[in-house]
């Protein structure tokens, strides 16, 4: 079975705390896996992943979870429940784009956009949002083609261009969707003096049912960019992936086998189902 590729959120041990969080916050949501090194959750049926990473990583809001909100009083519950703690990036209020938009970071971190909207019947409610700032300005448009090709079931929805005479620099990407493997994402430009960076604080997980699969996505997503460790790697615009074969949390489940694979997979680049079977 195809598993579509969903966000890992980097965490200093508060991954169990942070998904509870989330969970009693969104509607269709639930723990799957609690294990010490990693929670899986889903929160409005969108699969992720919490990481006990340790404090090497921060998230930052080069890639936020856009959430769009059918009432107002649906958008107020869940900004002041998100906020709780937390802090506001551009307060919930009127914009150009939306009758009600806000921007906040939350108590652990991760940034949310909420915005007033319809939902059709093929939208998500929560989509991953990357933002391009900095060295990567302007790429927006570029990554979305580049994913698109690599993933299966992927197309290119809305592209809004900046124009002449708007705030931004024309031909910039001011707001895009697509989908990879029929989930759907968001890339946008964003011009300012913005000090963060894609890093691993977010990043994206593919799992993978064979070594072939595995091999054409280290492959491709590799092309420009680096291979970190235990199956990680960053594209060519510093966005982080981890490419991991389906089996492995089978492995990880198993209490004998698991401290054998943990000690195949530290020494990987790119993960080796073979290998981690036969730990």
């Known amino acids: 079975m195809k598993k579509n590729p969903y966000p890992c959120l980097w965490f200093d041990g508060n991954a169990k705390a942070t998904a509870d969080f989330y969970c ?13 090194m990693v929670v899986r959750f889903e929160i409005e049926g969108r699969l992720m992943m919490g990481l006990n990473g340790g404090p090497m990583f921060k998230i930052n809001p080069s890639i936020s979870l856009f959430v769009t909100c059918e ?8 900004w002041n429940k998100l906020i709780e703690g937390g802090s506001a990036m551009m307060p919930l209020d009127e914009y150009p784009w939306s009758k009600k938009y806000g921007w906040l970071v939350d108590k652990f971190g991760m940034t949310w956009q909420l915005m007033l909207g319809e939902l059709s019947s093929e939208q998500q409610k929560i989509m991953p949002c990357f933002l391009f ?3 990567q300005y302007g790429r927006a448009e570029e990554a979305i083609k580049m994913y698109t090709s690599i993933f299966p079931n992927s197309e290119i929805g809305r592209l809004e261009i900046y124009e002449a005479g708007e705030p931004q620099t024309e031909g910039k ?6 989908k990879l493997q029929n989930e759907i994402f968001i890339a946008m430009d964003g011009f300012g003096g913005h000090e963060f960076q894609f890093n691993e604080g977010v990043s994206l997980v593919v799992e993978c049912d064979t070594q072939e699969e595995i091999d054409a996505y ?3 997503l590799t092309e420009g960019g680096s291979e970190s460790q235990c199956g990680w790697l960053k594209d060519r615009f510093g966005v982080s992936w981890q490419i991991v074969p389906t089996v492995l949390s089978k492995l990880m489940s198993d209490p004998e086998k698991a401290p054998r694979v943990i000690q195949a997979f530290l020494k990987m680049k790119k993960m080796d189902i073979d290998t981690l079977l036969k730990a």
Do not use: A
Not at 24 to 36: E, L, R, V, Y
Not at 71 to 78: L, Q, R
Not at 173 to 178: A, H
């Open 24 to 36: 009693s916050i969104f509607n269709h949501s639930k723990i799957n896996d609690d294990t010490p």
């Open 133 to 135: 700032v900095g060295d």
């Open 173 to 178: 990407l001011k707001f895009g969707d697509f």
């Open 218 to 220: 280290w492959s491709k």
């Open 71 to 78: 009432t107002n009083e649906e958008i107020e519950t869940i």
